[in-house]
């Protein structure tokens, strides 16, 4: 794909609150990547949402904001990967918000690792109020041994694989976010991590805002697609049909530590 920008964000809309918040943090990053920004308003959220999206974008260079029926996290945020303009691709939900720098430092990871087809970082957890919850330990590069076997929320830890990432285009063109539940974002990375070179950026430049309401928490009568495969051990059986050395260095310590720019 020939495009005039390095990178597209796409930003998903389904609540009008916090909306602001996440495009002012868009609007205030400093960096040297050529970004487009497409907000993807879901057309079965909260009426007036697109509208109320297209004001707080007027003034943001190379913006465009589209409705879309969407319902899911998942298919809205398809939506928008489809629309995309460049061939990587990093994505923000509507009521979450990325640090000054976010873009640029994932941009220049990107650069210095360009074999990397998936780039992720850590995350901060604000309340909703925006009070920052304490930093987990899941800034470390590997996850644990067992995080394709057990559910990481029935441990009750951190998930190791957070918010931010950048994504090449043809790796979710193979395996798109899962459209019918939530738990898509962590489904997602569990099949990247088998879909290529994988690098973690372990800096909090995500801020997930962690309330009980969010449109992320809502519930579905056969729970998210993410716990039903840790309950049918679908991500046990993926894993153990591939090689795990392959895996460890798919993942880290990190590619940079050992020659990701070849």
Known sequence: MTSSFDLSLVMTAHR????????????AQRTGCRFEVVVVVDALGEPGLEGYASELCADLPN???????????????????????????????GDDALRV?????MWQAHLRCPRAGILCSGM????????????????????????????????????????????????WSRYPFYEHT??????????????GEFLKVPEPLYCYRDTPDSFSKQSFRDSDICTQRYRSGYYAQLFESTDSEYLWQNFG????????GR
């Open 16 to 27: 009008h609150v916090h909306l602001a918040e996440a495009i002012g943090s868009v609007r």
């Open 63 to 93: 913006a465009r904001v589209v409705a879309y029926s969407g319902g899911t996290a998942g298919r809205v945020r398809n939506r928008g990967f489809s629309l995309a303009a460049s061939d990587w691709v990093a994505y923000l939900d």
């Open 101 to 105: 720098d976010a873009i640029e430092v």
């Open 124 to 171: 901060q957890r604000v309340t909703q109020a925006g009070e920052a919850i304490p930093l987990p330990e899941s800034l470390t590069y590997a996850p644990p041994a067992w995080l394709y076997y057990e559910d990481p929320d029935v441990r009750g830890v951190p998930t190791y694989m957070n918010q931010f990432m950048v994504i090449r285009r043809d790796i």
């Open 182 to 195: 939530n738990g898509e974002d962590i489904d997602f990375i569990l099949h990247a991590l088998l879909a």
């Open 253 to 260: 310590p990190t590619l940079l530590q050992r020659g990701g």
